[in-house]
Each structure stands twice: as C-alpha cells, then as structure tokens.
C-alpha cells in the first residue's frame, strides 16, 4: 500500500519546506499587490511593499484579511486573475451574513485534488477501494473536493451526496463502499439508521472513512469506529482557503498535517493579533502561496487550534494541528465562562450512558444567563426507571458543572427527538440572539 501520494513534499525537512514557501510567499505577494485592489490598499495603508516581503519571516508584516474583507469585495473583488482563467465557483454562506463567493483556476483544481489525494492516501485509501462520498456536492467544497481527490487516486467514486439516509445505506451494501465521507454527525446517522435495518457492520465492506466540515472530539471518534467497524480519520479545510484537504490526518490519528508547500499557517492570540509561537492555543491564520485565483493573505478562519511541530511516526515533517476546539464565533460565554460545546460533548460521551445527541439550549432570564443541555436517552435507557433516570441526570449534571465549572440544567429528552442532519450538525440554539 502506498503510504504517501507524494512523498517529497510530505516528507521534506522543515528548512527545505521554509525556503520553498518564502519563494511562493514573495511570488504570491507581488501578484496579489499587482492585482487585486483591495489587497494593495490594505498593504499600502501598512506602509508594506511586495519586495518588504522576503521570506516567511516577513510574514508578520502583511495585514490581516477577514471575513469582512470577503463580504465586502462580493462577489470576485479579491479574485487575483481575469474571470475567463477562472474554471470553478464554489461559496459558503456561514451561519450570518452574506455568503462568500470563491473562485479556481485549472491549475487551483489540480492542487485541490492533489491536497486531497494526500489525504485520503493517508487515511489508507487506493485505487482499489470505492468512495462513497455523501458530502452535498454544489457550492459547498466538500463532495467535489474529495469527489476529485479519490479520482486522482483512482478509486471507484461513488457521488451520492446528501439525502435518503436509507437509500444510501443500500448503496454501501450493494455497491461494496470500502470508504466513507460525511459529517462525523452523518456518519452516526448512518450508523444509526443501519441498526434500524437490520444491517450490521458485518454486512458491509466499509473499513475506512474521512470526516470533517465541523468540529467532533476523540469521544465521538470511537463511537463512528464502534459503530461502522472502520478506522475514522479527520480531514479539515475551509471553503475561502481552498475546501477539504488543507489539513490531514495520519494513521497516528492525532492531531493533522498541514499542505504546507501550498498553505503556511500561523496561530495569533485572536484579540491582540500577536503571532503566537507553535504550540500555543490560538487562532488558525493560513496564507495560500500556490493558489492563483482566490489566494487568501494571512486569512484569520476563526478557528481556535493548537501547532505541533514534531517527529511523527508516519514519517511525515508537514506541521500538525490538533483537532480544533470549535470556533471563536461558537464559542459561548455563559456567565463570563467560555464554553465549547465540544467540550460538552466530550464529558457527555465519556460518561457513555446516554445517546450521542445532544443540543445546547443557552438564554437569558433575568438578567442572567442560562445553559440547558439537552440530551438524548438511548432506547434501551428509555425504558429505566424514574429512579435510574434522575440518577443519570444528576450524574451527567455534576460531570458537566465540575468540567466547565458553570452550572448548567440537563434535560433527558426521547430518543430520536434531536433533530438527524445531513450536513454539520446544530448543537446551539442561542435564545439570546433574538432578544438583543
Ligand atoms: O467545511 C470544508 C470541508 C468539507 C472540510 C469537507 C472537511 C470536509 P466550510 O463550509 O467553509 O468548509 O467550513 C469551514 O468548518 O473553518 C471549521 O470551523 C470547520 N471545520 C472544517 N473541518 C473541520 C474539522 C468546509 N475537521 C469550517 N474539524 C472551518 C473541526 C472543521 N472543524
């Protein structure tokens, strides 16, 4: 089996990476400055010029490109070539505001794939295994971003998008899918709605899948592998860098490896917007040094992640990220406290007692904030007595109070009354919003 789709790169030292990215570096940034507008104002206004920017350690100089700055130039303002070289269109609306429109070039798909077949490479994928990718396939990056990744590596790509959970069960078993891609919270939908069947995971060939597009902790990991018999591998990326693929697992499943030959990343403390060194906890910031069509600069994602630059046993130099908590914008503030709902999720899963749904019900009463978690019960918990169900509640509630150190009410709902989806999963619905 191959082990890396393109080992040079992969395995290239770090001093051989760090020259390579300053040469794209300073050739994006002069390209970037001579083409596109509202990137030159923004230099020009920092009193930078495209020759202050030698080598990655100039990077600190560059300014900052937002969300906003997306918005702002809607829909091709901060396209860097002419609209005829542009081959592909892809968007993400995000949860406020207007969505953002991005745009590739021939060779900007050519990378997308080849940052893909790395991926799923290394996820243990070949060219004699079928993809069943159930990623929405249309503006959203992530069905034709793996869709063409598993076609560079030859494999039989089945493109079934979203929809008809059962249908798509059909499809695993009849077809022989040996690999998955989906949400993770699809991917126990699918489990789930397996069991339903009749099916079990002896009945179908799956034994690998690549999930993604929304945060999920070690808990919820176990639990797809468990469930569907297979090894599950994260994959991570976002629509304004490229799509699926900027960063990727190993077989080590911790923590993923960064296409650093095509994105240099940084972490910065998200309110000051100092440079933090690896390591430390902050926010993602990549910079897209091949891309030609929608090269972001220094884009701040929002993502709040740790760097890893160590020896990893798979053999690969490429940085690490570990698995992103969540997002700064989903980051609650309950009583002053900041609050991931993956870090519920996790104390939720551990105690292993209840069904992995769960939803964050957060509103105001009084002037004071209030957390309810609402969890759902497994069928076989369903059936317990009141005596046994309270006594879970309270456990859960005392789990959760001492691990965020909040106090939060648990409300044990009926199974199957959290809603199934088929992209990311909702886990917060933040009353407060509406009242301010
Ligand atoms: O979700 C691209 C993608 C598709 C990635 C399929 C992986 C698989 P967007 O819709 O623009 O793009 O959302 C990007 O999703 O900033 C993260 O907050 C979150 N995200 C993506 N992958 C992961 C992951 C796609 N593996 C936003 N773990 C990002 C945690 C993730 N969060």
């Not at 929405?136 to 008809?164: C, D, Q, R, W």
């Not at 990326?237 to 923590?255: H, K, M, Y």
């Amino acid at each position: 089996m191959e082990k890396y789709w393109n080992e040079s790169m992969e395995c290239a030292t770090h001093n051989e990476m760090r020259s390579l990215q300053s040469f794209r570096l300073s050739q994006t940034v002069r390209r970037v400055y001579e083409n596109v507008k509202p990137y030159r104002e923004k230099m020009d206004a920092a009193g930078v010029k495209p020759e202050d920017i030698k080598s990655v350690d100039d990077l600190y100089k560059l300014p900052f490109t937002m969300k906003q700055d997306l918005r702002d130039n809607y829909p091709y303002g901060l396209f860097a070539v002419p609209m005829e070289e542009v081959v592909r269109l892809h968007a993400s609306s995000g949860t406020t505001g207007k969505q953002i429109v991005v745009g590739y070039t021939e060779n900007d798909l050519e990378v997308w794939k080849e940052c893909c077949a790395r991926a799923l490479t290394a996820a243990g994928a070949t060219k004699h295994d079928f993809m069943h990718v159930s990623y929405g396939y249309g503006l959203f990056t992530g069905g034709f971003g793996i869709h063409n990744g598993a076609e560079k590596v030859g494999m039989t790509v089945i493109p079934v998008s979203t929809g008809n959970t059962k249908r798509q069960i059909n499809i695993i078993k009849d077809f022989g899918s040996t690999f998955l891609c989906c949400t993770p919270s699809y991917a126990l939908y699918l489990a789930e709605t397996m069991e339903e069947m009749g099916i079990t995971k002896d009945d179908i060939k799956l034994k690998g899948g690549l999930f993604g597009a929304e945060p999920w902790t070690e808990e919820m990991r176990q639990e797809i592998q468990n469930k569907l018999g297979i090894k599950a591998m994260d994959i991570y990326g976002l629509t304004e860098v490229i799509g699926p693929g900027v960063a990727f697992e190993c077989c080590e499943q911790n923590g993923m490896h960064i296409n650093e030959d095509h994105f240099i990343v940084e972490t910065i403390d998200p309110d000051t917007g100092e440079v933090l060194p690896e390591g430390s906890q902050g926010e993602i910031v990549f910079t897209c040094i091949t891309k030609e069509a929608f090269p972001v600069i220094r884009y701040r994602t929002r993502d709040i992640g740790v760097l890893k630059r160590e020896k990893c046993s798979c053999g690969r130099n490429l940085v690490k990220m570990m698995k992103p908590k969540g997002r700064t914008d989903d980051m609650l503030i309950i009583r002053g406290v900041n609050v991931f709902p993956s870090q519920i999720e996790s104390v939720l899963l551990q105690l292993g007692n209840t069904a992995p749904y769960y939803q964050l019900i957060v509103d105001r009463v009084n002037n004071t904030d209030t957390l309810e978690i609402q969890v759902e019960l497994s069928p076989e918990m369903f059936s317990d007595t009141v005596k046994s169900l309270e006594d879970s509640e309270k456990l859960i509630k005392s789990a959760i109070d001492s691990t965020l150190g909040i106090s939060a009410s648990i409300r044990l709902v009926e199974p199957k009354t959290i809603p199934r989806v088929e992209g990311k999963a909702v886990r917060v619905i933040d009353n407060r919003r509406k009242k301010q």
